[in-house]
T-cell receptor, first 113, second 118 residues
Framework: QKEVEQNSGPLSVPEGAIASLNCTYS??????FFWYRQYSGKSPELIMF????GDKEDGRFTAQLNKASQYVSLLIRDSQPSDSATYLC?????????????FGAGTRLAVHP | GAVVSQHPSWVICKSGTSVKIECRSL??????MFWYRQFPKQSLMLMAT?????????EQGVEKDKFLINHASLTLSTLTVTSAHPEDSSFYIC??????????????FGPGTRLTVL
């Protein structure tokens, strides 16, 4: 079992729709969770992070965390073509002493006009 | 704030040569820097964790004699790919953790270095 799993996609949504990206992790003791966006040929950029169970909203983005289910998701409201990118879920696992991030393979999002 | 630079942004070298990549935190002090490698259409794979003034911690399967890491100051870490071969061609990305950062394990990423070994 991979430490961090994501559906590779592509996830295709029409402009203005809600895009839902999902991530599961294996280390139950994981502490912090991050969503990064990566455009082709570029390095990742942080969208948001979450520590506590529940929802966290930042503009058009909402991160949701459920530690009991070991599940974290990212919702993008009013999706725009510029949101088309690969979204990486990253987890800070207990097994790493919370000193490193483990990345999922990423989900490719395509927002079409 | 929280800017990380990498140099060079791309490099092409012949097989058997060594290549050094620099990673700098420009506006903060980084006690810990990380080196990742990313092959096309794959995710970031952590290669090693670099702590200022001490030896790097390498992930399983990463050859420490091939990928030399030096973290001599709070703002600079270097990765040297020794005797590079075509299979080492990849996108190398560093990240840095702010010494005084408030977010647990938040990492700021450099723009990456694309290495092509002929």
């Amino acid at each position: 079992q991979k430490e961090v799993e994501q559906n590779s996609g592509p996830l295709s949504v029409p402009e203005g729709a809600i895009a839902s990206l999902n991530c599961t992790y294996s280390d139950r003791g994981s502490q912090s969770f991050f969503w990064y966006r990566q455009y082709s040929g570029k390095s990742p950029e942080l969208i948001m992070f979450i520590y506590s169970n529940g929802d966290k909203e930042d503009g058009r983005f909402t991160a949701q965390l459920n530690k009991a289910s070991q599940y974290v998701s990212l919702l993008i409201r009013d999706s725009q073509p510029s949101d088309s990118a690969t979204y990486l879920c990253a987890v800070s696992p207990f097994s790493g002493g919370y000193n490193k991030l483990i990345f999922g393979a990423g989900t490719r999002l395509a927002v079409h006009p | 704030g929280a800017v990380v630079s990498q140099h060079p942004s791309w490099v092409i070298c012949k097989s058997g040569t060594s290549v050094k990549i620099e990673c700098r935190s420009l506006d903060f002090q980084a006690t810990t820097m990380f080196w990742y490698r990313q092959f096309p259409k794959q995710s970031l794979m952590l290669m090693a964790t670099s702590n200022e003034g001490s030896k790097a911690t390498y992930e399983q399967g990463v050859e420490k004699d091939k990928f030399l890491i030096n973290h001599a100051s709070l703002t600079l870490s270097t990765l040297t790919v020794t005797s590079a071969h075509p299979e080492d061609s990849s996108f190398y990305i560093c990240s840095a953790r702010d010494k005084s950062g408030q977010v647990i394990n938040e990492q700021f990423f450099g723009p990456g270095t694309r290495l092509t070994v002929l």
